[in-house]
């Protein structure tokens, strides 16, 4: 296609989009109102039967646990299958070191410079609240807005951090492949291990089968709630920096090539 072509594409795509965002807007009810019995039968009963004061994580891993747990493999998947395509094949690292691409030399030469000084405490700085933040998020979700999907993201962008205020070695040495693809694959088998559980002592897939704590905004009250934002945060923090490190991979390949080449 064309350059003209593409551009025809873009533009079309995109009022279609507006069309049908403006026509799904335009059948909202006012800012609010609720008509919905599912929200205020929840409000009136959450707290009493789970112990949980955010009535939105009650739902999420608890009332609506199964479908969460959909949701999570989605993202899971996603992530898998997007390591799969983008991970270097050992025929395309042959490829690339027998014949040389002007244009990746031209890359290559272009690369941004180092760091400053400012750059980099102010990233080591926000490394360390970031994870207490994440870890906050997590393990607070239950009593209060957060939960394992906001927190696992917000962990995530520690990585991001050491890279953005490091080099490429350092980022390489802190997210291992294997390490990051069997921290995601726990996170996501501890929610099924959680949900069989409930099904063995309870009869009912993802069933509470702990103690429900206290019911006055403490993390041990909740039941399975926080040990299942708990999987959700890990499985969600090790797919986001690897589907982070998998888009990084070649750049900083080609990268650390280049800088063995100047040494």
């Known amino acids: 296609m064309s350059a003209r072509g593409r551009k ?14 403006l026509w799904g807007a335009s059948g909202l009810p006012p800012a609010g109102v609720y008509h ?27 009332y609506r646990g199964f479908d969460t747990l959909g949701e999570e493999f ?7 299958g997007a390591a799969l395509l ?10 690339g070191e027998d014949s040389k691409d002007s244009g990746e030399d031209k890359a290559a030469s272009r690369r941004p410079p180092p760091p400053s000084d400012a750059v980099r405490t102010l990233g080591v700085g926000l490394v360390g609240i970031n994870v207490v933040f994440g870890l906050y998020i997590i ?29 490429p070695r350092r980022f390489l040495r802190i997210v ?5 693809e069997v921290a995601e694959s726990c996170g996501a088998t501890g929610f099924v291990l959680l949900g069989l559980l409930g099904l063995l002592r309870a009869a009912a897939f993802l069933q509470n089968v702990v ?4 019911p006055d905004g403490k993390i041990t009250s909740g039941g399975t709630i926080p040990l299942i934002s708990a999987t959700t945060g890990l499985e969600v923090a090790a ?13 900083l390949q080609k990268r650390l090539k280049h800088e063995r080449e100047e040494k």
């Open 139 to 167: 393990t607070h979700g239950q009593v209060s807005p957060g939960g394992g999907f906001q927190g696992g993201v917000i962990l995530a962008t520690a990585p991001l951090l050491v890279y953005l205020a490091g080099d």
């Open 211 to 214: 103690p429900l704590g206290p």
């Open 36 to 62: 919905g019995p599912y929200g205020i039968v929840l409000n009136q009963v959450a707290v009493t039967e789970r112990h949980s004061t955010d009535i939105v994580t009650s739902v999420n891993f608890d």
């Open 176 to 180: 291992p492949h294997t390490l990051v």
């Open 86 to 95: 983008l991970r270097k094949q050992k025929d395309e690292a042959e490829q």
């Open 239 to 251: 797919g986001f920096v690897l589907l982070l490190s998998v888009f990084l991979e070649q750049t």
């Open 8 to 21: 025809v594409a873009v533009i079309a795509g995109g009022l279609g989009l507006a069309a049908l965002y």
């Open 74 to 80: 989605i993202l899971f998947a996603s992530v898998i």
